[in-house]
């Protein structure tokens, strides 16, 4: 079955940027579909950006214009680009894979172990 490792999270001022990397591994299938979601202490996991096979993207509407999701196919790892961090964006991320399209939507198979994602003021 597949692993999702996740590695990147760390503590930065606001505005600042990381990059989020998630690599699977036991993964046999020919193309599959991933996400990144959060989860803050007290809320709701959310979607935070998705990718197609071919490259179709979706993020939400918190994210969209600051975040930048990607895949290295030859290296199976998905990466989530964080750019002008906000406070708000301070939560445990986690990455998930699916055979099927998921989106945004929770429904997905495989999920990482999560990489806290801390933004100060």
């Known amino acids: 079955q597949v692993q999702l490792v996740e590695s990147g999270g760390g503590s930065v001022q606001s505005g600042g940027s990381l990059r989020l990397s998630c690599v699977a591994s036991?993964?046999?299938?020919?193309?599959?579909?991933m996400g990144w979601f959060r989860q803050a202490p007290g809320k709701e996991r959310e979607g935070v950006a998705a990718?197609?096979?071919?490259?179709?993207?979706a993020y939400a509407d918190s994210v969209k214009g600051r975040f930048t999701i990607s895949q290295d196919n030859a290296k199976n790892t998905l990466y989530l680009q964080m750019n002008s961090l906000k406070p708000e964006d301070t939560a445990m991320y986690y990455c998930?894979?699916?055979?099927?399209?998921?989106?945004?939507?929770?429904?997905?198979?495989?999920w990482g172990q999560g990489t806290q994602v801390t933004v100060s003021s």
């Open positions: 998930a894979a699916d055979f099927l399209p998921r989106w945004l939507l929770p429904e997905y198979n495989f």
């Open positions: 036991g993964y046999t299938y020919g193309s599959y579909y």
């Open positions: 990718i197609d096979s071919d490259g179709s993207t």
